[in-house]
């Protein structure tokens, strides 16, 4: 029985043990775990902001605290340096706002504190950028061009991008750091360019900058190494051939039996009668022993073209079959002015689109030999105190005897933007097309310019015609451009190119631009004049020396682009720095026709006897519309609105059957230039 009795008191003590252990471990368990949760740790941080950022894909960054009491947090952000105030929400987040920041590095910096001040930090740096997009790329055929003095050349490239609307491309012939001419380049980047009559080493850089995100550019330099031509006998049948010769000298030797005849006639290139043809001198040349004098009677006969038989026949394209039209000019010099009548057609052919057919007319302009200032204008300002041009009508002449008018056209708009494509007419408004040089004939079959006009002076080479003849020839010649014409106040018109204060040719530019939201469509007063845009004032004319007055005149030039590359309005000019002639018979101040629009027209009155139904001297039915006679008593509106719209279908239809699409774009003429500049 006493074994037994132990053996009980030995399990007892056992079972004693073993519960005493297990609460031990619970009670330490338990008191571990109060103690765990009274500890108050430092705020936590996190967040996953990307490295790198594509612009416009992400707008917000997101950063969680985590915190025993978040009310208390005391938060510091800064976001490239400069402090963001900004809260969690609910669930402990804080949204940053990165929508405005941009392209670029940036840096976010936090600092959270709690309550016992325990800090935590985060510091994050990423960068948004634009897409990847390819560089500019211009490629040329030949970086060195070899040619003989006084002959032309051609530079041809490729430019290559992604988005070729984004893109410029600009030359320069001097400082390299001023591209200053635009280079007109295709749809798909190619472009082709030259300088004629290379009198000397010259270097040409071409400068291309395209990008849609970011711009990036490619510079191209092409050498003309000018030589002196090689002289012998060029005459592959001579003798004494010399393969290498690239201008005959006259020594060909043949043998008896084979020697040619002779092509006698002047063989000095020099004279004014030189024969290319001629092999043997017959004593015929003739020379000026001086130039005229300017404002001569032998001045103004070298200077006007179409008053000296022959002159050529040109053709109208737009009509079927040859038109053989001749130019005619004279004038007289009386009392200090010139008077010249002209049947008003030129001396090339044409086009008079919409408004066919040109035909003679009898025209005649008197202007003062010396022209004087007008003392109230002073352009290089602006044009107020000027004598703005007619809106519409004729605002000088070339010197072929041709109408030069201002931009507008019949519906107001400006024709010239119109022809570029700056805008688009309206749906039923007069259709207006210019023909090559931007010229077509209006009502009465008048033919006349309303830009440009330099073709007067282009010669084809054998084969070529109009549709040939590219303006960027004129606008790139390497030697001052020629009188086109004058301006009603007597002053001279040149061409597209002038010398600047250091004498180096240069192209001169309009100071007008598009005001803002302006296309065109709305005519002059879509353009606002910038002083020093260009290089041209207010009227669009400058003084400076020319070939015709090197000690320096006032005078005006045509221009196709502004100081900034885009639409060189006026194009001719915009008003009159000389006095008009006092009896203002070029103008409309003693016209018994003027006042339309003020003393008559329509909601008006009739207009005086034998003004028809139309504004005088303008273009009113540009396309050839018939003008619809007033009668003796004020109009019936309703009976012109109901003929207008007759009128209106009629017009349609027959140009739809007459002209059809092809007519619009003859023998698929393509101007490869744009006057669009790129957009900043």
């Known amino acids: 029985m006493r074994g037994s009795k132990d053996e009980d008191d030995g399990a007892a003590r056992s079972l004693f043990l073993a519960a005493l252990m297990i609460g031990s471990v619970m009670v330490g368990g ?50 490239n ?35 016992l ?71 798909q980047g190619d472009f082709s360019w030259g300088p004629s009559e290379i009198e000397s080493n010259m270097t040409i ?33 001579a003798n004494n051939y010399n393969v290498n010769a690239t201008k005959d000298d006259g020594s060909c030797e043949y043998d008896e039996e084979s020697e040619p005849e002779p092509i006698t006639g002047c063989t000095n290139e020099s004279a004014n009668n030189y024969d290319e043809n001629a092999t043997e001198d017959d004593g015929s040349c003739e020379y000026d022993t001086n130039s005229p004098e300017t404002g001569s009677l032998a001045w103004w006969s070298k200077t006007l073209i ?43 052919d044409f086009e008079s689109t919409l408004g066919c057919c040109a035909s003679a007319q009898s025209d005649t302009y008197t202007i003062p030999l010396t022209p004087v200032d007008d003392s109230d204008c002073n352009p290089s300002i602006s044009s107020e105190g000027c004598v703005m041009a007619p809106i519409r009508g004729t605002i000088a002449f070339a010197v072929t005897g041709v109408a030069i008018y201002g931009p507008e056209d019949g519906p107001g708009g400006d024709a010239v933007a119109l022809e570029e494509g700056a805008y688009e007419q309206e749906e039923g408004e007069q259709q207006v097309d210019l023909g090559v040089c931007h010229g077509h004939s209006g009502p009465g ?26 303006l960027d020839s004129q606008r790139t010649l390497s030697t001052h451009s020629k009188i086109v014409g004058f301006a009603l106040d007597g002053y001279s018109i040149y061409g597209y190119t002038g010398w600047n204060d250091e004498g180096e040719v240069v192209e ?56 900034d590359g885009g639409i060189g309005f006026p194009y001719f000019i915009n008003c009159y720095a000389g006095e008009l002639p006092s009896d203002d018979s070029n103008g409309d101040e003693e016209d018994p026709c003027a006042g339309h629009g003020e003393t008559w027209g329509p909601g008006i009155g009739p207009p005086p006897d034998g003004c028809g139904g139309g504004p005088p001297g303008g273009q009113s039915s540009e396309g050839g519309l018939i003008t619809i006679p007033w009668s003796s008593n004020p109009p019936n509106i ?19 059957s007459a002209f059809g699409l092809g007519a619009l774009n003859q023998a698929g003429r393509v101007r490869e230039y744009r006057l669009t500049p790129k957009l900043a």
């Open 306 to 348: 179409c008053d000296e038989d022959p002159v050529p026949s040109v053709d109208d394209y737009t009509t079927e079959g040859e038109d053989n039209h001749e130019c005619h000019l004279s004038f007289v010099i009386d009392d200090g002015n010139i008077t010249i009548s002209t049947n008003g057609l030129p001396n090339h």
């Open 117 to 187: 001040g325990q800090e935590s930090r985060l510091s994050s740096s990423f960068n948004i950028h634009y897409p990847y997009e390819d560089p500019t790329v211009m490629i040329v055929e030949d970086n060195e061009i070899v040619l003989e003095r006084g002959d032309s050349a051609t530079i041809n490239g490729t430019l290559i991008h992604p988005d070729l609307g984004t893109c410029d491309l600009g030359w320069s012939d001097s400082d390299v750091n001023e591209f200053s001419l635009n280079l007109p380049f295709s749809d």
């Open 638 to 656: 309703g009976l012109i609105i109901i003929s207008a719209l007759m009128m209106t279908v009629i017009y349609r239809y027959s140009r739809e």
């Open 445 to 470: 079959g008048v033919y006349h310019y309303h830009a440009d006009a330099n073709c007067i002076h282009w010669h084809g080479e054998e084969g070529e015609t109009m549709y040939d003849y590219n």
């Open 508 to 563: 001169m530019t309009s100071s007008y631009q598009l005001k803002d939201g302006a296309d065109g469509s709305g005519g002059i007063n879509d353009y606002e004049y910038i002083q020093g845009l260009g290089t041209l004032d207010a009227c669009n004319g400058i003084f400076s020396e020319t070939p015709d007055w090197p000690e320096g005149v006032y005078h005006y030039h045509t221009t196709m682009f502004n100081g």
């Open 30 to 79: 338990l008191f571990y775990d109060f103690e765990s949760e009274g500890v108050n740790l430092a705020p936590i941080i996190e967040s996953e902001i990307p490295n790198d950022i594509l612009v416009g894909s992400l707008n917000t960054l997101e950063i969680s605290l985590d915190d025993e009491d978040m009310s208390s947090l005391d938060i510091e952000m800064t976001l």
């Open 205 to 237: 850089s071409i400068l291309a900058t395209c990008g849609t995100w970011e711009d990036s550019s490619d510079l191209e330099v092409v050498y003309f190494n000018v030589t002196e031509p090689v002289e012998g006998c060029t005459d592959s049948e």
């Open 81 to 115: 340096g400069n402090s963001v105030n900004v809260q969690p929400n609910a669930t402990g987040v804080i949204i940053v706002d990165i929508s405005q920041i941009g392209v670029g590095n940036h840096a976010l910096k936090i600092i959270v504190t709690d309550s």
